[in-house]
């Protein structure tokens, strides 16, 4: 195997303990991979379009994704000062919000596609 291949490769797997890691350790990590299986449960069963199905796996991808991110934020800022410190609180404020904001959107989303579908029921 070439040895540019194996560093290549030996990333995807930090990446997968990653992914592992942040499920395992985070509630809120799995609370939001609890709420995207059970989104993408519903929009199978409402048969939902291609382009919505792009809506909904790119929000579900966007929050799970944000919530990674803060969480790797906050352990940084709390390994770099573990003490009160107003910039530290600004920076885990701004990425919490960046989940909170994505997750609000990502709401009113599913409002958009999924209230007219239920209606019909």
């Known amino acids: 195997m070439n040895n540019s291949i194996i560093p290549f490769i030996k990333s995807f797997f930090y990446a997968f303990d990653g992914i592992i890691q942040f499920f395992r350790s985070e509630r809120n990590g799995r609370i939001q991979l609890l709420l995207g299986c059970a989104t993408i449960v519903l929009s199978a069963w409402l048969h939902i379009s291609a382009g919505e199905w792009l809506l909904v796996i790119g929000n579900i991808a966007a929050i799970i994704s944000l919530e990674m ?53």
């Not at 701004?94 to 994505?102: E, T």
């Open 69 to 121: 991110v803060n969480s790797a934020v906050e352990k940084l800022c709390n390994l770099l000062h573990p003490g009160q410190h107003p910039a530290i609180k600004f920076i885990k404020d701004v990425a919490a919000g960046a989940v909170l904001w994505s997750a609000v959107c990502s709401v009113v989303i599913a409002c958009i596609v999924f209230v007219p579908k239920l209606k019909l029921l």
